[in-house]
């Protein structure tokens, strides 16, 4: 079965840097676009960066700039690069990956921002 698994989450100190990761298993990971969500306690699931197959990007306005989306199709996994980061970028981060009507996502990892 379709398995995400992410990883790098952690405690960082505002202005500090985090590399998530999340490898992909039991799909065809290069036909996915790929996205990574966000989720803070009380507010709504958002986007944050995706990716498709032709490794175009998009952002939330948000993070523009100062994130960075990836993709390794070798290794079925998919990265996201933050830098940069504010009090207000904490919260649980989840991988998806969609392709048509099929649409999976990953256990989440949390992101803490606090001095």
């Known amino acids: 079965q379709v398995q995400l698994v992410e990883s790098g989450g952690g405690l960082v100190q505002p202005g500090g840097s985090l590399r998530l990761s999340c490898a992909a298993s039991?799909?065809?990971?290069?036909?996915?676009?790929m996205g990574w969500y966000r989720q803070a306690p009380g507010k709504q699931r958002e986007l944050v960066a995706a990716?498709?197959?032709?490794?175009?990007?998009n952002y939330a306005d948000s993070v523009k700039g100062r994130f960075t989306i990836s993709r390794d199709n070798a290794k079925s996994t998919v990265y996201l690069q933050m830098n940069g980061l504010k009090p207000e970028d904490t919260a649980a981060y989840y991988c998806n990956g969609r392709l048509r009507r099929l649409d999976y996502w990953g256990q989440g990892t949390q992101v803490t921002v606090s001095s």
């Open positions: 990716i498709n197959n032709s490794g175009i990007t």
């Open positions: 039991g799909m065809i990971f290069s036909m996915y676009t």
